[in-house]
């Protein structure tokens, strides 16, 4: 479904670019979202709800943490794999010379 698959790309934009300030009371409805995305029939809406996950986690790390724990093993293994990468990405890109 679009919707879905466009939803979870605007979740990754708020999570993103918002200050927590806006983000800080709605948490659990967050959590909630994220956790259904990652289930959804649609490949690239459960993509979203991966790249959405990193950034969920930088602010609410708790609930980022039960979120994981509460996770099937394949959906747990697909997750770690998606912030493995990030992270990679992340590193070559602060120590790439130019």
């Not at 200050?19 to 959590?31: N, P």
């Not at 770690?80 to 992270?87: A, K, N, P, R, T």
């Amino acid at each position: 479904m679009n919707i879905n698959r466009h939803t979870y790309e605007l979740l990754v934009i708020i999570l993103s670019e918002w200050d927590y300030i806006y983000l800080d009371k709605h948490g659990q409805l967050i959590h909630d979202a994220i956790k259904k995305g990652l289930s959804d029939a649609d490949s690239d809406a459960r993509s979203n709800a991966r790249r959405s996950f990193r950034f969920f986690r930088e602010h609410f790390s708790l609930l980022a943490d039960a979120l994981l724990a509460s996770l099937e093993l394949s959906k747990r293994k697909a997750l770690m794999v998606c912030l493995e990468i990030f992270f990679y990405r992340k590193l070559f890109h602060i120590f790439r010379v130019e």
